[in-house]
Nanobody
Framework: QVQLVESGGGLVQAGRSLRLSCAAS????????MGWFRQYPGNQRELVASIHTGGSTHYYGSAKGRFTISRDNAKNTVYLQMNYLKPEDTAVYYC??????????WGQGTQVTVSS
């Protein structure tokens, strides 16, 4: 079973950047679409960005124009570069397969806190 470990979060001021990493314990090559999700307290996880094995990307909501998702299949790692961070980006960020049939157990996530 592939385990997912997110890292790279922290406390930053608005306007700054963070780069999140998601390291998988096994191969993610067989997972067609990987995504970064975020969860606000008391809310469900929402998809922020996704990337296909072939490299095509999609962004959702306020992530458009500010976030960049990438994946390194050889390293079994997915990244999320977040620029021009806003206080409303404050959340716990997770990575996982976008399609339910490829979904793995959720990791612990990484906390991102953006101060104004």
């Amino acid at each position: 079973q592939v385990q997912l470990v997110e890292s790279g979060g922290g406390l930053v001021q608005a306007g700054r950047s963070l780069r999140l990493s998601c390291a998988a314990s096994g191969s993610i090559f067989s997972i067609p679409v990987m995504g970064w999700f975020r969860q606000y307290p008391g809310n469900q996880r929402e998809l922020v960005a996704s990337i296909h094995t072939g490299g095509s990307t999609h962004y959702y909501g306020s992530a458009k124009g500010r976030f960049t998702i990438s994946r390194d299949n050889a390293k079994n790692t997915v990244y999320l570069q977040m620029n021009y961070l806003k206080p409303e980006d404050t959340a716990v960020y997770y990575c996982n397969a976008v399609e339910y049939r490829f979904r793995r157990d959720w990791g612990q996530g990484t906390q991102v806190t953006v101060s104004s």
